[in-house]
Each structure stands twice: as structure tokens, then as C-alpha cells.
């Protein structure tokens, strides 16, 4: 799978890029851009990699991506499945930080937008009301020209400056670094998506970027800031919160669908990084 570093081109009528993108499913390519952007999602729901951070999205997540981050939404194998009907819709906006001329976000008046700028570095996940009046306004501009649409983005900067419903998602030292470094990203993102609910094996994800197992070992925690095994682990507790919220499915055949070979080792590490229990999870969410 190539890597892609998207060129943004704003059209010719506008200083900054809003579209709705509607596909069949989102495929899992990892890419980052120079440009800020806002990504909405209307319908699908998978796996989101928002530089070292891993969780489940669904519609109506809204996230707020600083340049240079890279990142990847892969839809469930559900829609991947389904044919070429559109399954996946998204809004995106992207903007760079010289869109309204290189003084703008230097004026007094955007100080504090500054700051949340600074922040979208590491990746928002935007939610509550602030959620839903930055949406409504996406789902506007769509229609909008001009002054009109500008306006509304110059809103959606008013409501990111004053919020606090927001969560960092990835840790400090996400940005990409190189094309090269993209590129093997890509393959070894690529080959736990497939495999994270099989057996992951170091051995063979470190001959995919051709290294050996412990240089392998010692770039992967260089770039995400955790090892490798952590991340599969990370991956597969991830899948198993979404397949605990979807029906009455026992533990045991969670830990089976999300990679684990007994439950016993499933609880484990399902408390080590959640803080709690598969069931009390599923209650305190049920509640």
C-alpha cells in the first residue's frame, strides 16, 4: 500500500477546502498533510490512528487534526463488504495557517485561537454541544459560498477558542517525519489492521519494512512512543469495547474475536489499559 502525502488545493473560488467524501468504505491508508483539518463523519464506523492513538469511531465523531499528524480511518469489515454502494460519508474543511494571509493568526484577537491550534497538533476529539454546533455549521457550508461560507469557518474558530470539550488523542512526537518513514508506517499499520484478531508476529511485520526484529523494535517505540506489542494490544482492547457495547456476546468469545488465546489473559489486559473489567465496563456504558 503506498503512502500518500495529500497536496490540498482550495478551489479556485475559495481560500480553503470543504467536501463531503463519500465512498463505499474509507480504506487505511496513513498520510498526513501540511494543511489543519476538521474531519466529520456522517456514516461508517471502524478504527481511527491518530498518531499514536487508537480507538473506535462512529457517526458523529468530529476531530480536529493539527499538519504533519498522520493519521488513518479504516471502516469495519461490515462495509467493506457491502458492495460499491456509498457506506462511508465524511465532511472534511482544511485550511492552512496562511489561508487568510500570513498576519492573520498572529492578531491579537486570535491569540487564544492560537493555543487550540497548538493543540490540534496531537490530534481533538471534539464532543457535547460544541460537537453538534460545529457539525451543523459543516453540514451548512456545504451548501454555502463565499462570504457565507467563510463566516461560518470564522464561527467554528469562535466555538474551538471557547471550548473545553475537547481530549487530546495522540502524545507528544507523532509528526511525521519523512516520506520514508510514511511508507513503513503504512505496511506495518496495514498488517496489524489485518491481523490484530489472528496472531501478530513481530518477525514477519519486521521483515515487511526489512529490518531485523530488534531494530524493528527500536524504531517502531522511536515513532509512536510505545512498543510494538503494546500497540497490537492497544488495537485488539479497542475492538473488544466495540464488540462489548453491540450485543450479548460472553467474554470468552470477545477475547477469542479480539485476538486473545484465553480470557483469563483478556481481563488482564483489558483492566491494565481501561482501568476496569470487561462487565463493569459494559454496565457503566449500559447505564
Known sequence: MKPIIYKVSPASESSFNIREVRLPYFDATWHFHEEFELVLIRQSSGKRLIGNHISNYEPGNLCFLGPGLPHLYRCDETYCKAGENTNAVSIVIQFS?????????NTPEMEI????????????HIYGDSRNL????????????GLEKLIHLLSIFNI?????????????????NSIKDTERMNVIYDYVLQNYRKTVSLKEV???VNMSTSAFSRYFKLRTKKNFLLFVTEMRISHSCKLLLEGDV???LISVKSGFNNVSNFNRHFKLITGTSPLKYKQECND
Do not use: N
Open 206 to 208: 519486521a521483515k515487511r
Open 113 to 124: 485561537t492560537r493555543r487550540i491550534m497548538e493543540k490540534a497538533l496531537l490530534g481533538l
Open 250 to 252: 460472553t467474554i470468552a
Open 160 to 176: 474551538l477558542t471557547h471550548t473545553k470539550e475537547y481530549v487530546a488523542l495522540s502524545k507528544p512526537g507523532s509528526i511525521a
Open 97 to 105: 495557517e496562511q489561508f487568510l494571509g500570513e498576519p492573520f493568526f
Open 134 to 145: 460545529i457539525a451543523t455549521k459543516m453540514v451548512e457550508m456545504l451548501d454555502l459560498r
